[in-house]
């Protein structure tokens, strides 16, 4: 039976772990290898690296380190960061990742996705969309390469584009609200949430497992993602790497 998924969404630069506040000032916060192997001993439901300077810095995903994170996981993983090809994506697929993240790629080309989908299965698409509210014209903006540039697409268009092409998951990710703790745009995900019928992961600004409780029942069987929640421990955000299930989710 489905149900909902707890899944901490951890940043990769220069093969290190790092932890941001609305896309800046990266904090270095570990190494993933160590960080896999104390998720596995929490049973963890799904984890997600994003290598947040592949895209940016247009090249692809470190494979050596991709093959050494996923021969230690004992969860299904999900990669992101700089996946521009099919080819690729089943390149990671192969090496034992579960999921492909996709995002500026597939802004720019959306036919990728069904390539994609048509390659490893629609169950292993992740679109993931990272967003900001407009704060003078209403309605949500797409961003890309770190949230630095702007996309013109429309967001809830664009899901459903998306679903239709072959995704199997939508992650949106609120940038206004990373790192903040401070809970999820209810708002953003429920207008997503009656926009597509596919899984849906919400990422940003979850900062204790009653945030994640409110999303899951406002908007029913969700994906609930969070980043400093799951490394940074306490009000001067020690790094601590931990795991906590809602309690009605147990």
Known sequence: ???????????????????????????????????????????????????IDATAQGRGPNLKLLKSLAVESRMPLCYGGGVASAALAAEIIALGFEKVSISAAALARPELIQEIAQ???????VVTLDVRKNKFLGGYTVYTHNGREKSRVNLI???RQAEALGAGEI????????????????????????????????????????????????????????????????????????????????
């Open 1 to 51: 039976m489905l149900r909902s998924r707890i899944i901490p969404c951890l940043l990769m630069q220069d093969s290190g772990l790092v932890k941001t506040r609305q896309f800046k000032e990266p904090k270095y916060v570990g190494d993933p290898l160590n960080a896999v192997k104390i998720f596995n001993e929490k049973e963890v439901d799904e984890l997600m690296f994003i290598d």
């Open 119 to 125: 390659a490893v299965g629609s169950q292993s698409v």
């Open 157 to 159: 268009e664009f899901c």
């Open 171 to 250: 992650v949106i990710n609120m940038i206004d609200r990373d790192g903040e703790m401070s809970g999820y745009d209810l708002d953003l995900a429920k207008s997503v949430r009656a926009a597509v019928t596919i899984p849906l992961t919400i990422l940003g600004g979850a900062g204790n497992s009653d945030h994640m409780q409110q999303l899951i029942d406002t908007i029913g069987l969700a994906g609930a993602a969070a980043g400093s929640m799951f490394v940074f421990k306490g009000p001067y955000r020690a790094v601590l790497i931990n795991y906590a299930r809602p309690s009605r989710l147990r």
